[in-house]
C-alpha cells in the first residue's frame, strides 16, 4: 500500500516559483509557497556535474565558481561526493520550506506509522526546471531516491494518459520488446551482451510470490535485433507489448528527438522521430518505455536553451499520454546500463511497480558502484499520477490480494477501493487515528462488532468534540478531491467512521430497544467472565505455570524439520530468498550452504544479492570470504569484468588465513595466483596440500579417510600446469626435468580419476577457469 505526495511547480517570474501540493493522503495538509531560488547556480553546478559523467563527475571536475557547494576542485572522487550531496540538500531544502515542509513531515510521519510507501511525484513546469538533477535530493546525508519508504519520481503537469483500447490482464505476463540497435556507421554499444545478461535474469524468474508481495508477473522477452522502421512497427502491431526497451543511440530533435535505427537495406542509421514514435506507442497500448540510450531525457543543462525548438524523445512520449517513461540523463557506461537493466527488470519481476523498482535498482547501483558515483542518478523516471506502475494490473485486482484484503477486513465485509475525501471534519480526522487496526481480523460485521463500533463511535464523538474546541480544522485545506488510500487499514477506518457518525449524531440518544441490545450482546461475556472466576476459584492452590496450555517451542526438533527446506528441489528465487532471510537472521551457515547452492547452479546474481545480506560483524569469516571469491572467480569465468582476479585472490586469502587446515582454499587461492601469473606462490600453496598428507617426522601417516582425494589430485594437476608453465623459461636442462614432471603429474591424476579430469568435464567445474583447462589440454598432449 501506498500513499501520495503529488507537487507542481511552476516559474511565475524571474528566479520564483510557485510550489504547491496537488494531491496528498488524508491528514495531510494541503500547502504552497511562493520561492526564490538560485536557479542559475544550481544549473551551473548541474552542468559540472552531468555533463560527460565519465570522466566530470566520477573525477570530481567542479567548477571554482560553484564553491559555495563544493569547496575544492579536486579530481578525486572522494571530493566529488561532498559536491554532489550539497546539491541535492539544497535542492531538498529549496524544495520543501515553509508550510510545504510542515505538510512533507505531517505526510511521511503518517506514511511511517501505516508503514505504508510515500510517493512523491514532482511536476516540472517549464524548460529549465526540468534539466536540474532532482534526482539527487537528499534529506540530509540520505539520497531521497534510493529508499523503499519514499519513491521518487517525475511527471508532466497538464497531461493526461492516452485511452487504454485494450484491457491488462491482472495476472498475465509482462510482455517486453527489446529493441536493439546498433548501426554501422555509429559507435557499437555491447548490446547483445545486455540481451543475454537479460535473458539469463529472466530465465532464472520464479513462478511463486517471493517475500513482500503476492504479485510476481511473469515476464516475457522478445528480442527485435536490429530493427527499421517497419520491423519495429509490425513488432509493436503484433505482439501486445506493455513495455518497449530501445537499447541503442538517440539525440535531440525538432520532432521530440529522434531515435536511430538501422536500414535493412543499407545497414546505416535510420531515424524514428519522438512524435512519430510517441504515436506508434499510443496506438500498440504500450505501458512504458525504456530508453537506454544517450539523451533520451533532460541531462546537461547546457544543452537546450530556453526558446529551443529541438526535444527529446521522454517529453514527446510523455506528452502522449504514455504511462511511464524510463530514460538516461546522460550517456552511461555499458557495463552501468546493464546492471541497471538487470536491477531495474529483477524487481519488476519480483511483482514491485515501476518506480519502486526503480528506486531499488538506483540502490543497487549505489551498492555496485558506490554512493559517490553519478550512475544512480542518471535514470531519469517519467510516471503518469493516475499510473500505479503495475503493468499486468493491480495486485489487489488479483485472487491473492482479494482473499489477503478479506482476511485483514474480515469475512463479512467487502473490499473498499478509492472514494472521493473532502474536506475532513473534526470527527472524520477523528476516527481514522484514533481507531487503531489490532483487531480488525475478528471485528466483522456480527452483532458484537457492530456494537462495540457504536461504542468506539460514541467516544470517538467525545475526543473530537474536545479536539475540535482546541484544533477547528478549515475546510479551506481543500484545494481539490483527493483518493483516500486504498489500504484495508484506511478502508476498515472509513466503515468506522461511518458507524461513528451514525451514533454521535446531534440530538440523537439511545432508547431503550438500543440498551436491551446492548444487555443481550453483553450477557454472554458476564457469562464467560462468572466461569472464568469459577475456574479461578477452583484452581486456587495451583502455580500459575500449571494453568497455561502446553506450547510447542519454535526450536523442538518437529519444527526445524518441517521449516527446513529442501535446497536442491527448491527454486532458484525461494533459495535467494532462504539465503538472505538468513542471512538477515544472523544463521550465516545456513545462508551460506544456500547461497552456495545458488553458485552451484551458476544464479550469480542472485547469489551475489545474497551476499548483500550477509551481516557486517562476520566481514572476517572465512565461509564468507570464500564465497564472495568464488562469486567473483565464476563472473569472471561468464565473461563479466566487474569483478578482477586480484579481488578473487584478496578474498580467498583472507579464508585462507582464517583457516589453514582447509585443503580447499588451499586449492582455489592457488589457481588465482595461476591466474595471475605468480607460480612460484601457486606451486608452495599446491605442495603444501600434499605436505598435508604425506608422513610427517616422528608421526603416524595420517588417515586418508578425512582427505577429500579431490582435492589431492587438483593439487597434483596444479602442480603439473606450473611445471609445464614454467618449463620455457629455464635452461634446456631444467626444462626437460620440469616437463618430465608434469607429465608423471598428469599420468597419475588420469590413472585415478579420468571422468574428473577430462576437458568435457573440467569445463563443468566453477575451479577450473578456460586458459587453466587450455594448458591442461596442452599438457595432456605432450
Known amino acids: 500500500m501506498s500513499q501520495e505526495f503529488i507537487l507542481s511547480v511552476t516559474p511565475v517570474g524571474d528566479d520564483e516559483y510557485l510550489v504547491r501540493t496537488e494531491k496528498v493522503a488524508p491528514g495531510v495538509p494541503l500547502a504552497e509557497e511562493q520561492v526564490r531560488w538560485p536557479i542559475d547556480q544550481w544549473l551551473a553546478l548541474s552542468s559540472q556535474l552531468m555533463n560527460d559523467p565519465l570522466l566530470g563527475v566520477l573525477q570530481g571536475q567542479v567548477a571554482q565558481k560553484t564553491a559555495s557547494v563544493g569547496r575544492t576542485n579536486s579530481r578525486s572522487e572522494k571530493n566529488s561526493a561532498p559536491n554532489l550531496v550539497a546539491l541535492g540538500q539544497q535542492l531538498y531544502n ?7 515542509r510542515d505538510s512533507w513531515t505531517c505526510a511521511r510521519g503518517i506514511a511511517q506509522h501505516r508503514r505504508e510507501v510515500l510517493q512523491l511525484r514532482l511536476g516540472l513546469k517549464g524548460r529549465g526546471l526540468p534539466r536540474l538533477p532532482w534526482e539527487v535530493l537528499h534529506a540530509g546525508d540520505r539520497p531521497l531516491a534510493t529508499g523503499t519508504d519514499v519513491i521518487f519520481s517525475r511527471y508532466q503537469p497538464g497531461t493526461s494518459l492516452f485511452k487504454q483500447t485494450r484491457i491488462l490482464p491482472s495476472t498475465g505476463p509482462i510482455k517486453i520488446l527489446m529493441a536493439i540497435a546498433s548501426p554501422s556507421d555509429r559507435d557499437s554499444l555491447q548490446l547483445k551482451r545486455e540481451v543475454l545478461h537479460l535473458q539469463q535474469e529472466l530465465q532464472n524468474r520464479a513462478a511463486h510470490p517471493t517475500k513482500n508481495t503476492l504479485h510476481a508477473p511473469e515476464i516475457q522477452l522478445t528480442i527485435l535485433e536490429q530493427p527499421d522502421r517497419e520491423q519495429l512497427t509490425q513488432a509493436l502491431e503484433q505482439g501486445h507489448y506493455q513495455v518497449l526497451h530501445y537499447a541503442g543511440h538517440s539525440n535531440l530533435g525538432s520532432r521530440g528527438g529522434e531515435l536511430y535505427l538501422v536500414s535493412s537495406r543499407t545497414g546505416l542509421t535510420e531515424t524514428l522521430s519522438g512524435d512519430d514514435l510517441a504515436g506508434l506507442l499510443v496506438n500498440n497500448g504500450i505501458q512504458m518505455a525504456v530508453f537506454n540510450s544517450c539523451r533520451g531525457a533532460y541531462g546537461d543543462p547546457s544543452d537546450l536553451a530556453d526558446n529551443s525548438p529541438e526535444r527529446n524523445l521522454t517529453e514527446a512520449l510523455v506528452k502522449r499520454g504514455i504511462p511511464a517513461v524510463l530514460a538516461m540523463a546522460e550517456s552511461i557506461p555499458d557495463d552501468v546500463a546493464l546492471t541497471l537493466t538487470r536491477l531495474f527488470y529483477r524487481n519488476l519481476n519480483q511483482g514491485y511497480p515501476v518506480d519502486h ?37 493491480a495486485p489487489g485486482q488479483s485472487a491473492a490480494g482479494e482473499s489477503l484484503l478479506q482476511n485483514l477486513m474480515g469475512s463479512g465485509t467487502q473490499p473498499v477501493t478509492g472514494t472521493e475525501w473532502k474536506a475532513p471534519t473534526s470527527v472524520d480526522a477523528t476516527a481514522k487515528y484514533q481507531q487503531l487496526p489490532v483487531d480488525i481480523k ?33 475546510a479551506a485545506n481543500s484545494r481539490q478531491q483527493v483518493p483516500g488510500p486504498k489500504s484495508p487499514i484506511s478502508a476498515r477506518s472509513s466503515v468506522s467512521t461511518t458507524a461513528a457518525t451514525r451514533v454521535a449524531a446531534p440530538g440523537q440518544k439511545p432508547g431503550l430497544k438500543k440498551f436491551l441490545t446492548v444487555a443481550l450482546c453483553l450477557l454472554p461475556f458476564a457469562v464467560g467472565a462468572g466461569f472464568l472466576g469459577w475456574r479461578h476459584w477452583q484452581n486456587r492452590d495451583s502455580k500459575p505455570e500449571d494453568l497455561l496450555p502446553a506450547v510447542r517451542t519454535p526450536l523442538s526438533q518437529n519444527y526445524i524439520q518441517i521449516q527446513r527446506p529442501n535446497l536442491e528441489k527448491a527454486r532458484t528465487a525461494q533459495v535467494t530468498e532462504i539465503a538472505e532471510s538468513n542471512f538477515n537472521a544472523g544463521e550465516i551457515a545456513a545462508g551460506l550452504k544456500a547461497t552456495e547452492e545458488l553458485l552451484d547452479r551458476v544464479a550469480l546474481y542472485q547469489a551475489e544479492s545474497a551476499l548483500q545480506a550477509v551481516p557486517n560483524s562476520t566481514i572476517n569469516n572465512p565461509e564468507v570470504n570464500f564465497l564472495k571469491g568464488r562469486l567473483a572467480w565464476q563472473f569472471q569465468q561468464v565473461g563479466n569484468k566487474k569483478y578482477t582476479v586480484d579481488q578473487v585472490r584478496r578474498s580467498w586469502e583472507i579464508a585462507f588465513n582464517g583457516r589453514r587446515d582447509s585443503l580447499k582454499y588451499r586449492n582455489a587461492l592457488g589457481f588465482a595466483y595461476y591466474a595471475e601469473g605468480n607460480f612460484d606462490r601457486a606451486y608452495q600453496l599446491w605442495v603444501e596440500v600434499l605436505d598435508s598428507i604425506a608422513p610427517a617426522s616422528n608421526k603416524a601417516t595420517p588417515s586418508l579417510k578425512s582427505v577429500n582425494n579431490e582435492d589431492i589430485l587438483t593439487a597434483c594437476a596444479g602442480l603439473g600446469l606450473v611445471m609445464a608453465k614454467t618449463a620455457p623459461s629455464v635452461s634446456p636442462q631444467e626444462r626437460t626435468t620440469r616437463l618430465t614432471k608434469a607429465i608423471e603429474l598428469r599420468q597419475k591424476v588420469i590413472a585415478s580419476d579420468p571422468l574428473s579430469f577430462g576437458p568435457q568435464a573440467l569445463a563443468k567445474n566453477w575451479l577450473w577457469s578456460e586458459a587453466a583447462i ?9
Open 774 to 782: 587450455r594448458d591442461w589440454v596442452s599438457l595432456q598432449k605432450l
Open 94 to 100: 529549496g524544495l520543501f520550506q515553509g508550510n510545504l
Open 357 to 393: 523498482s526503480l528506486s531499488r535498482a538506483r540502490a543497487g547501483l549505489i551498492s555496485a558502484y558506490g554512493s559517490h558515483q553519478l550512475y544512480w542518478a542518471l535514470p531519469i523516471l517519467y510516471q503518469h499520477p493516475d499510473f500505479d506502475g503495475y503493468l499486468t494490473g
Open 442 to 474: 475478528d471485528r466483522t460485521d456480527s452483532p458484537e462488532g457492530k456494537v462495540a463500533d457504536d461504542f468506539s463511535g460514541k467516544l470517538n464523538q467525545e475526543r473530537s468534540d474536545q479536539i475540535q474546541e482546541n484544533y477547528p480544522l478549515s
